[in-house]
């Protein structure tokens, strides 16, 4: 690769990977310039990851109505040895009624 005083800016390495990027891209969708080449195949993925995202919701629609049938159950657990909550000084900005500051 060859350069001139006038386009060096001392990084060669940058500009050889980003021809080698632009080709790739060129090479999956050939347009004549590079942003339209760009966008056809963000275009591509953005589509493809629709189509994933759509799949995976009807497959949850369809597994999960199998899976959970009904309300699940609630059941309050009470602990006996636990201290009341006037007893304790909580911090981290919380106020409970009650409570001196």
């Known amino acids: 690769m060859f350069t001139t005083r006038l386009h060096y800016s001392g990084d060669t390495l940058s500009t050889?990977?980003?021809?080698?990027?632009?080709?790739s891209m060129w090479s999956i969708a050939?347009?004549?310039?590079?942003?339209e080449s760009m966008e056809t195949i963000l275009a591509t993925i953005v589509e493809a990851a629709?189509?994933?995202?759509?799949?995976?919701n009807e497959?949850?629609?369809?597994?999960?109505?199998e899976k959970v049938v009904g309300r699940p159950k609630h059941e309050i657990i009470a602990n006996a040895d636990a201290p009341l909550l006037n007893d304790m000084k909580l911090r981290f900005?919380?106020?409970?009624?009650g409570m001196p500051e």
Request: a neutral charge.
């Open 16 to 23: 050889i990977s980003e021809l080698a990027a632009a080709s």
């Open 30 to 35: 050939p347009t004549a310039l590079l942003h």
């Open 50 to 56: 629709a189509h994933y995202c759509a799949y995976i």
């Open 59 to 65: 497959v949850l629609a369809v597994m999960l109505p």
């Open 93 to 97: 900005f919380t106020k409970v009624p």
